[in-house]
């Protein structure tokens, strides 16, 4: 059946990324973006993301403050923000709050800070949230597994009366392009009808909105 609302959302959204987005780590995204037709480009100093990961743009106008998405490739990702790279290995058994804090809890205390509505966490090759709980670094304490301490941090931390975002856990990273413009559209399909109405789409056409 088709979606006019959204064939005009990918006809005119350019998909915004951070420049610490490495290329070859993101051609996985990018790719499918090229493949479907939907712009993107990276944004750099002094226009680039200075929170988050990804945002996107429509007809002039720009949703960094309003929407951003924090991607992490994996769990083990996760791992690396939640412990200091730089101690003995037989020390990475334990959590570094100061890294921590200059990291992933950083990132969204900034985006809460600036206002922010919708904050996501996009966790890639996660079966699910509750699976987080399970997984293992190959560092573990007796009794004590990092994934357990993940998954409670970012509960916490995920909290309304915390830093109030989203998780999101994709199983293959093949599905992070479509998943991605999915959340992106439902957040603009729900501004243009607050704005305009049920109708919403004739009036942006006319306005170039």
């Known amino acids: 059946m088709a979606n006019p609302e959204k064939d005009f959302f ?16 993101i051609y996985h995204i990018t ?9 993107w480009k990276k944004l750099y100093a002094p226009y680039h993301l200075k929170q988050g990961d990804y945002t996107f743009q429509i007809q002039g106008k720009d949703y960094r403050d309003e929407f951003l998405i924090e991607r992490k ?35 969204f205390a900034r985006m809460k800070q600036i206002g922010v509505k919708e904050k996501w966490l996009f966790i890639e090759n996660c079966r699910s949230f509750e699976s987080i709980k399970f997984w293992q670094s ?5 009794n004590c597994t990092h994934g357990s301490i993940i998954y409670s941090t970012l ?14 856990c994709i199983p293959s990273n093949k599905d992070t392009a479509i998943v991605m413009l999915s959340r992106m559209y439902y957040y603009w399909r729900n501004d243009m009808k607050l704005k305009y109405g049920k109708n919403f789409l004739t009036q942006v056409k006319c306005n170039g909105i």
Do not use: H, M
């Not at 990918?10 to 780590?25: A, F, G, R, W, Y």
């Not at 412990?83 to 990291?103: G, M, P, Q, V």
């Not at 509960?155 to 999101?168: L, M, P, Q, T, V």
């Open 155 to 168: 509960s916490s931390w995920a909290c309304g009366n915390r830093y109030d975002f989203k998780i999101e």
């Open 138 to 142: 190959g560092y573990e304490r007796k």
């Open 10 to 25: 990918l006809k005119n959204v350019t998909i915004i990324l951070s420049p610490q987005e490495k290329s070859d780590k």
């Open 31 to 39: 790719n499918k973006l090229d493949a479907w037709g939907v712009q």
């Open 73 to 107: 490739f994996g769990v083990e990702e996760l791992y690396t923000c939640l412990t200091d790279k730089n101690i003995e290995t037989k020390a990475k058994t334990e959590l570094c709050e100061e890294r921590l804090r200059d990291n992933l809890e950083y990132e």
